[in-house]
T-cell receptor, first 110, second 115 residues
Framework: KQEVTQIPAALSVPEGENLVLNCSFTDSAIYNLQWFRQDPGKGLTSLLLIQSSQREQTSGRLNASLDKSSGRSTLYIAASQPGDSATYLCAVSHGNKLVFGAGTILRVKS | GAGVSQSPSNKVTEKGKDVELRCDPISGHTALYWYRQRLGQGLEFLIYFQGNSAPDKSGLPSDRFSAERTGESVSTLTIQRTQQEDSAVYLC?????????????FGPGTRLLVL
């Protein structure tokens, strides 16, 4: 059974700091790994998708890496802003479905 | 273009009543998913539809839960005889026919509260 774990569960940083969110998964048989953002009372927004054959993806201030063999991914956020405050969810594509971690709640203080 | 839409956005019901939740996927998307998110937790897979194939119901928590999809369009998730533990956000997602390597697009969810 695929299990996804995210560390830390919550993180509070001052504006401008660089930060790293961690995700680990138990079964390396994945099609891809995605990082999502969830704002309170809203749905999920896909931030980055890394195919199983890729090592990393970048979008603006975000960089996600994937080490499939060790079952790990990181999401790096550079120069954090208050608008980055949200819950960040990691999900792996396992079979026909996505298996999600419980998320990291990020607060960026101005 | 239009994204995934869900209705109602919020639903309050009494224990024991039946509820029906609706999802309108992105036009042309052949795959449709339902997930449940309990307070403070990640998303749990419920059910997956792909075209005319038999749905993957492996995530449905009990026989009180069922879902249907009309062709490649609207889907409804029905919860019969609701219980307080059914209170959660129910999220729908759709995906194009490109396979499991493609991203899923999520709707805003339906917040269900069972009193």
């Amino acid at each position: 059974k695929q299990e996804v774990t995210q560390i830390p569960a919550a993180l509070s940083v001052p504006e401008g700091e660089n930060l790293v969110l961690n995700c680990s998964f138990t079964d390396s048989a994945i099609y891809n790994l995605q990082w999502f953002r969830q704002d309170p009372g809203k749905g999920l927004t896909s931030l980055l998708l890394i195919q199983s054959s890729q090592r990393e993806q970048t979008s603006g201030r975000l960089n996600a890496s994937l080490d499939k063999s060790s079952g790990r991914s990181t999401l790096y956020i550079a120069a954090s802003q208050p608008g980055d405050s949200a819950t960040y969810l990691c999900a792996v594509s396992h079979g026909n479905k996505l298996v999600f971690g419980a998320g990291t709640i990020l607060r960026v203080k101005s | 273009g239009a994204g995934v839409s869900q209705s109602p956005s919020n639903k309050v019901t009494e224990k024991g009543k039946d509820v029906e939740l609706r999802c309108d996927p992105i036009s042309g998307h052949t795959a449709l998913y339902w997930y449940r998110q309990r307070l403070g937790q990640g998303l749990e897979f419920l059910i997956y539809f792909q075209g005319n194939s038999a749905p993957d119901k492996s995530g449905l928590p009990s026989d009180r839960f069922s879902a249907e999809r009309t062709g490649e369009s609207v889907s409804t998730l029905t919860i019969q005889r609701t219980q307080q533990e059914d209170s959660a956000v129910y999220l729908c997602a759709s995906r194009s026919s490109g396979g499991a390597s493609e991203t899923q697009y999520f709707g805003p969810g339906t917040r269900l509260l069972v009193l």
